[in-house]
């Protein structure tokens, strides 16, 4: 009788679906994906059991942070580089092409239109060194250009987009009530009344325990 | 996959010469390196959530003050935002001007689920329609903080109360509270 031998298979194996789910995986999060942009300000907003998320897009976040500085952001980058424009044209400052690229490009800014243009000559690090010492878009009676921004953009955004802006405040928690209220009255002056406080979720009371 | 091509497999006979031929297959190994460290990049950096709101809807501002309604003192529940994470409560009304108003009995406690939300959920028993004045105590640089006016409104969220007002602390407020010494 011959010697039974055992039948050697190849060391290699068909690695073709594996690779093919790898590139599906990879275009899937590089299509969904969506890095964090760099916030002027870091704010820890407080917990509530409300689950309803944020608005996709035409957001204008309001951020208030906990030395009653409010910083304005605004997503759609066309609308933000009108509201600009709208703004330093009532305060007779005007803007270079690439300030305005600069701008369209930052996620939040607390600065007065005043000093807008210098900040946005600073390059990146630059600009992050300065966050902390900001003075934040006033929002005093006499010099609200906090609410100026607001109806600029959302001017904006309807000639542009056709879509109303949704307002988002974004609070720490540790900021005050009276500045959150102020922003808010100062809001509701004209005509806006619908807000969407940020939080984070927390779960929800267990039936018996709470009711 | 995996294969390394054989190279120079020419036999060293001085034949025909013919057109050599390579094996379709190449090596893919580089690129599922890349592949799979793009996957795991994109896996890591990638964040789905995202934020969590709670929508606040104001009442438009009357400049003639011609409509507000009047609150009776059956109904109203009056909520202070303290400092330091303190809430006080009372019921009814609080005006010391007027001397057939009794003063009310203020009482303090916190934000704790057996705390501001047991007294709510006790007075919805007892009046079916109470009407929250929610007042945020603001005074000689102190005040209440943002977190616990969201606390205060998730608790109107969770104890399913519809009435509640956001408004500002009348001077009477702040006098009850000193002396009453919580």
Redesign the interface.
Same mark, same amino acid.
């Given at each position: 009788m011959p010697k039974v031998k055992p039948h050697r298979t190849s060391p290699?194996?068909? +690695?073709?679906p +594996?690779?093919d789910l790898?590139?599906l995986? @990879?275009t899937f999060?590089?299509l969904?994906? =969506?890095?964090?942009p760099d916030e002027a300000v870091v704010v820890d907003?407080?917990?509530?059991?409300?689950?309803?998320?944020?608005p /996709?897009s035409d957001i204008l976040t309001l951020t208030?942070d906990k030395n009653k500085r409010v910083f304005v952001g605004i997503d759609k980058q066309p609308t933000k580089a009108a509201a600009l424009q709208a703004i330093a044209a009532r305060h007779g400052i005007s803007f270079t092409p690439t300030q305005i690229k600069q701008f369209s490009l930052m996620p939040n800014f607390g600065v007065p239109i005043e000093q807008l243009g210098s900040y946005l000559d600073k390059d990146t690090e630059q600009r992050k060194a300065l966050n902390k010492g900001l003075p934040g878009v006033p929002y005093d009676s006499l010099n609200n250009q906090m609410i100026d921004w607001v109806l600029e953009a959302r001017k904006a955004n309807i000639q542009n987009f056709k879509k109303p802006l949704y307002m988002?405040i974004?609070?720490?928690?540790?900021?005050? @009530?009276?500045t959150? =209220?102020k922003v808010?009255k100062e809001l =509701? /002056?004209k005509?806006i009344?619908?807000?969407?406080? @940020?939080?984070?979720?927390e779960m929800?009371?267990v039936a018996g325990?709470?009711? | %996959?995996?294969?390394i091509q054989q190279k120079g497999g020419d036999s060293g006979k001085g034949g025909k010469k013919r057109a050599k031929k390579s094996s379709t297959k190449i090596d893919?190994t580089p690129?599922?390196d890349l592949?799979?460290l793009?996957?795991t990049f994109?896996?890591l !950096? !990638? !964040?789905?959530a $995202?934020?969590?709101? %709670?929508?606040? !809807?104001?009442? *438009? $501002?009357d400049k003639t003050h011609e409509d507000d309604t009047q609150i009776k003192a059956s109904e109203a529940v009056n909520i202070i935002?303290g400092p330091e994470d303190k809430v006080y409560y009372y019921f009814g009304l609080n005006n010391p001007n007027d001397k057939s108003v009794p003063k009310p009995e203020l009482k303090v406690t916190n934000y704790s689920?057996t705390g501001i939300?047991q007294v709510l959920?006790a007075r919805q028993q007892q009046q079916p329609q109470p009407v929250v004045l929610i007042k945020?105590y603001?005074f000689e640089g102190k005040?209440?903080?943002? $977190? #616990?006016? *969201? &606390?205060i409104? &998730?608790e109107m #969220?969770?104890?399913n109360q519809k009435k509640y007002a956001?408004v &500002?602390i009348p001077k009477a407020d702040i006098d009850l509270i000193k002396d009453s010494k919580l």
């Open positions: 290699s194996l068909d +690695m073709t +594996m690779v790898a590139f995986l @990879v999060f590089m969904t994906t =969506q890095f964090r907003t407080p917990s509530s059991t409300s689950d309803l998320v944020a /996709e208030i988002v974004k609070g720490d928690a540790g900021a005050d @009530v009276p959150v =209220q808010i =509701q /002056e005509n009344n619908r807000f969407n406080l @940020v939080t984070s979720l929800k009371p325990a709470g009711k | %996959m995996a294969e893919m690129m599922v592949a799979f793009l996957l994109f896996m !950096t !990638t !964040t789905f $995202k934020p969590n709101v %709670m929508q606040l !809807t104001m009442p *438009v $501002k935002l689920q939300r959920l945020p603001s005040e209440a903080r943002y $977190k #616990n006016m *969201v &606390d409104l &998730d #969220n969770i104890t956001l &500002d």
